[in-house]
């Protein structure tokens, strides 16, 4: 019974320079599911995070080897618009960062630079109650972004992220920089969300992963410190009957 | 080494588990002694010694429930600790069977046992011996010997048999040794059943250190269902 795939790293190696920073990831991302990443710090989770959407193009010295597929073709190949992958592959980081413009402006942005012809209003009321933001906000969109809560920040930036319609959503500890009661309104969220997106969200907090993933790939320091994957599964898989000792130790505060 | 008090705090389940466990043995055997000996005194002191088991159980279970919430429990820290709410339910029914046994010695008043007790405690030796050595393997982990306990339920079973058919023997010799007959007949029931119980601590063992559930109970349902 194997599922339909969003998209998937094959043979992907990550250096920065001379640093081996990923090593030989085969990861599985299926469609309209949550997939975690979790696992100790330096282990090349955001890396790995990043690399399904080339941001690392962005970083000096970063060089990508292997594969992302993703539609049938290589994200890296030469013919690939990365400014085309990054619309189809959304992202959102750890800290909200909302432009310092009104909340309406903020979903209608990315809209508007690629060109879109329909109804604005209508696009960013959906994008807003997509992200279980509207009712908060829909009496205000003319205020400033940065005047939101922080939660409500994440939501916003998750918003933006969507108004766009990409196919995948990357999240790097969406959360991470959140009270426990806004954690639980993006985690949420997030699980709405997977009815029409699918979601890869690396974090620190493994009760997250637990709680909110359908698939856990579980990342963990390799030779000459090199980020390898240990074990991916279903998260009730992993978090209940890891194969992998090494799985196990993280996961029960062994190490990490 | 991360996470010490958490291990610290298992640790201390596992010790309690293996005090409830020699309890219910310690209350087995005294039982069937008293019962051999129509010592009603002795029967009294099991009625209030599974007061203390109860209250054990309950203990241990409010820690569990306090792991649970704080710790998150994962992977085999959580098998672990599922498991523990099973085997805890297990020997505080153990421990009834136990009282069981004291409550048919007291019912019996004064009445002579209708033949000296052999089979009954060599019974109660083996279910007690069972359920010490299912506790061990419990408390080490060892898949093998909590595989290889449940086989000896044969035993404790034949000895049931055998004490079974014995008394229908006096009872059709004399029907009107049937009520003397049958409290002895329910004292075996009773660690019949117990023995069976210990086979369920020997699957949780094995669960919570392979993750596999095995059913090891060694008698099938055609053995139980009545012949054609």
């Known amino acids: 019974m194997e599922q339909p795939l969003a998209i998937e790293a094959r043979n992907l190696n990550i250096y920065y320079g001379d640093f081996h920073a990923v090593r030989d990831v085969n990861l599985p991302v299926y469609k309209n599911k949550i997939t975690a990443i979790i696992g100790p710090s330096g282990c090349g989770k955001s890396t790995v995070l990043r690399s399904f959407n080339r941001m690392n193009d962005l970083v000096p010295g970063a060089r990508v080897e292997g594969e992302v597929r993703y539609r049938g073709k290589n994200i890296y190949d030469p013919d690939v618009d990365p400014v085309e992958v990054r619309r189809r592959i959304g992202m959102v980081f750890q800290k909200p960062n909302p432009f310092p413009k009104s909340i309406y402006e903020n979903v209608a942005w990315g809209a508007r630079i690629n060109g879109y012809q329909g109804d604005m209003d209508e696009l960013v009321e959906t994008s807003l109650r997509a992200a279980a933001l509207w009712d908060e906000v829909k009496d205000k969109l003319g205020q400033s972004g940065l005047s939101l809560s922080g939660g409500q920040q994440q939501r916003l930036c998750i918003a933006r992220a969507i108004a766009v319609r990409p196919d995948i959503i990357l999240m790097d500890e969406p959360a991470s920089a959140l009270d426990p009661i806004a954690t639980l309104k993006i985690e949420d969220l997030m699980r709405d969300l997977a009815e029409q997106y699918t979601i890869i969200v690396v974090t620190h907090n493994m009760q997250q992963a637990a709680r909110v993933s359908h698939y856990t790939a579980f990342f963990n320091l390799g030779p000459q410190r090199a980020g390898m994957l240990e074990e991916f599964g279903p998260t009730e898989k992993i978090f209940t009957m890891p194969e992998k000792k090494a799985t196990e130790d993280y996961i029960t505060g062994r190490f990490g | ?228």
């Not at chain 2, 466990?21 to 010694?49: F, N, P, Q, Y």
């Not at chain 2, 069977?97 to 209708?114: F, T, V, W």
């Not at chain 2, 058919?165 to 009520?179: C, G, N, S, W, Y």
């Not at chain 2, 210990?198 to 919570?208: A, G, L, Q, Y």
């Open chain 2, 1 to 228: 080494m991360l996470r010490k008090s958490f291990d610290q705090d298992l640790q201390r389940v596992r010790d309690d588990v293996l005090t409830l466990g020699s309890m219910v043995e310690d209350a087995t055997l005294k039982a069937v002694a008293a019962l051999k000996a129509r010592d009603l005194k002795a029967a009294r002191e099991i009625l209030l010694a599974d007061k203390e088991i109860n209250a054990l159980r309950f203990s241990i279970e409010s820690q569990l429930m306090i792991l649970i919430a704080t710790q998150q429990p994962m992977a085999h820290d959580l098998r672990f600790l599922a498991s523990v709410f099973e085997i805890i339910s297990e020997l505080e029914r153990m421990g009834d069977y136990a009282k069981g046994i004291a409550i048919i010695n007291l019912r019996m008043g004064d009445e002579p046992l209708l033949k000296p007790l052999i089979d009954l405690p060599r019974m109660a030796e083996k279910c007690a011996d069972m359920l010490h050595r299912a506790l061990t393997a419990f408390m080490e982990e060892d898949v093998t010997t909590a595989r290889a306990i449940p086989q000896e339920d044969d035993e404790v079973d034949a000895l049931y048999e055998q004490i079974y058919r014995e008394l229908m023997t006096f009872i059709i010799a004399d029907p009107k040794v049937i009520q003397r007959a049958n409290w002895l007949l329910w004292a075996a029931h009773n660690l019949e059943r117990l023995a069976d119980r210990v086979t369920n601590i020997c699957e949780r063992t094995v669960f919570i250190a392979t993750g596999e559930i095995e059913e090891m109970d060694t008698k099938s349902d055609e053995d139980l269902l009545p012949p054609e």
